[in-house]
């Protein structure tokens, strides 16, 4: 298909743009005979030039400016280079360098990419959207940037959130990123520091709460409807105050979910799942200890808590093998203190204010660190819980990395190798006692693009825990023995694209099943996912 454009309209139109690729029949064609270096490369030699040139730039920021760059100029050539490259690009284009992005959002910022929706744009929400370029838009990841990552409120530079995350929907899972949207939604900023910074890109106001924040996010909600129906909303790095009550309002009324909260969850079922396969137990005789308390590690709970009910154990029963520790204590029944989501976990038991001493006290086979504390799991702490536990499980989630409780090589040390470890972010292979181990992340990327892309190709009208549960089974499986025999309890990064495809087969599944959808059930669902899949390779214009 010819482009509409042009000479050099095309050159910087980043969807059109094959630089040096471009044929001579297409120069010819395109009005670009001149405008362009003489000799034509192929895609390959371009993603190799840009990748020697890439790895020379001085440190993790540096590249994540320069990949934008990328994906500003040349989008094809952007999302080959992710896809092709995923141990070296995610924590590039994500955690842990998004963190450290969003920290510098405005004295890094470059070009707009995506919807800035504020508080400014009440009643005209639909028209903002209607000024985005695309129409078959399947897929809006929204935050209002109150809680990035582990760093807290980050106003509208938290915009990287949704960027990077939809990126690795388009490099991870072969969404076209074309029905990719990221939306800010823009509220104002509790930090003052931000408000006070000449830089800054947002509202320098006061985050906007209560009646006023519900009747804008609802607006947001039915726009979206009337503008792009059937479009997933995927809710991102909202506070606990927010993130459980928008999801609780709306999981059952538009096709929607909220990835720090289930997203998470399936993740960390699936390691756990992976880790039981080399304990040879069962779920059903686990004990879990998160620390942290807020969306994480109660989207944990649940979704365990869904698992053991579906293989028969009854609700109460399945909860009391999960419990919690927050910023204060142990969550017991006798607290007085306890919001609303941290309430079905609070069991009868002794008030512990020192998270040791709840290890030592409960003897969980899992402790799972979700609190954005680094550090938090000492070498007491991961001694305690390996003195009752021949492998002990132990999950670092927290990032990016300054906030992770412990690394790979203190976990695998303090454990005598015994540890079955997952971190948030990335670290390298430890070697320990003459054994290499290799430590894999428990990172959402493996799960919310399969999601994803099982939405959309079956058309599912809503997003179920069935969806997840199923996600986090499927993942479990794309794990190898030889990977469980390296101490790796998710499949390699390399694999992304058909791990994912795996995942969306498995939701659509659930989809058809659950008649959560109008469309017919195809004869062979992984093919039908695999064909509908984005490949970032460049088209013919001539």
């Known amino acids: 298909m010819m482009p509409n454009h042009r000479g050099v309209a095309v050159l910087r139109d980043p969807l059109l743009n094959k630089g040096t690729a471009f044929t001579l029949k297409e120069r010819d064609a395109l009005g670009l005979r001149g405008l362009l270096p003489p000799h034509v490369h192929t895609q390959e030699e371009q993603a190799r030039r840009y990748l020697e040139h890439l790895r020379n730039l001085p ?5 994540f400016i320069d990949l934008n760059a990328l994906h500003d100029r040349n989008e094809a050539l952007f999302f080959r280079v992710v896809s092709e490259n995923p141990d070296e690009m995610m924590p590039l284009i994500y955690t842990p360098t998004v963190g450290l992005a969003c920290q510098r ?49 980050l106003g509208a530079n938290g915009m990287g959130i949704p960027v990077g995350k ?23 900023t509790g930090n003052e520091a ?69 997203g998470t969850a399936a993740v960390v079922l699936a390691g756990l799942y992976s880790a039981l396969r080399v304990t040879g137990t069962a779920l059903r005789e686990s004990r879990l200890l998160c620390l942290g308390a807020g969306e994480a590690a109660t989207g944990i709970c649940d979704l365990v808590v869904s698992a053991l009910a ?59 660190g979700v609190a954005a ?43 005598d190798g015994r540890a079955l470890f997952a971190c948030g972010s990335p670290f390298d292979a430890v070697n320990y006692k003459n054994k290499t ?55 390699p990064l390399a694999r992304i694209r058909d791990v994912s495809a795996h995942i969306a087969a498995a939701v659509a599944e659930v989809a058809y099943a659950g008649r959560l959808t109008s469309r017919r059930k195809p004869p062979g669902v992984l093919a039908h996912i695999r064909a509908q899949m984005y490949d970032p390779r460049y088209p013919r214009y001539a």
Not at 374 to 403: C, D, H, Y
Request: hydrophobic fraction near 40%; proline fraction near 5%; charge should be positive.
């Open 59 to 63: 440190n993790p920021l540096e590249k």
């Open 105 to 153: 959002f405005g004295n890094i910022f470059q070009r707009p990419r995506g919807l800035f929706i504020g508080a400014t744009d009440r009643g005209r929400i639909a028209s903002v959207l209607r000024n985005w370029p695309e129409r078959d838009v399947g897929i809006i990841v929204v935050t209002d940037g109150e809680r990035i990552l582990g760093l807290g409120d």
């Open 166 to 188: 939809l990126s690795l929907y388009a490099g991870c899972a072969g969404i076209h990123p074309r029905r990719c949207l990221p939306v800010m939604f823009d509220v104002g």
């Open 194 to 262: 931000l408000r006070r910074d000449p830089f800054y890109i947002g509202l320098k106001q006061k985050r906007l709460r209560g009646k006023r924040y519900d009747e804008l996010m609802d607006e947001f909600v039915r726009a979206v409807q009337k503008v792009f129906p059937g479009a997933l909303i995927q809710f991102e790095d909202f506070a606990n105050s927010n993130a459980f009550r928008l999801l609780h309002k709306y999981r059952d009324r538009i096709c929607t979910f909220n990835d720090d909260i289930q």
């Open 310 to 368: 579906k293989e028969g154990m009854a609700q109460d029963e399945a909860r009391r093998r999960c419990w919690l520790f927050d910023s204060r204590s142990l969550v017991v029944a006798s607290r007085t203190d306890l919001a609303e989501h941290k309430r079905p976990y609070a069991h009868e038991g002794p008030r512990i204010t020192d998270f040791l001493q709840a290890v030592e006290t409960l003897k969980p086979t899992a402790i799972i």
């Open 373 to 415: 504390v680094g550090g938090t799991f000492t070498r007491p702490v991961v001694e305690a819980i390996a003195r009752v536990n021949q492998r002990p499980i132990v999950f670092a989630l927290s990032n990016p990395t300054s906030k992770a409780e412990c690394t790979a090589a203190q976990a695998y040390e303090w454990s």
């Open 437 to 491: 181990y290799v430590p894999r992340q428990g990172n959402n990327s493996y799960i919310f693009p399969g999601v994803g892309l099982g939405v959309i190709a079956s058309g599912a009208k809503r997003v179920t825990d069935e969806m997840f549960l199923a996600a986090a089974r499927t993942l479990a499986r794309q794990t190898t023995k030889a990977d469980l025999d390296q101490g790796s309890l998710y499949p």
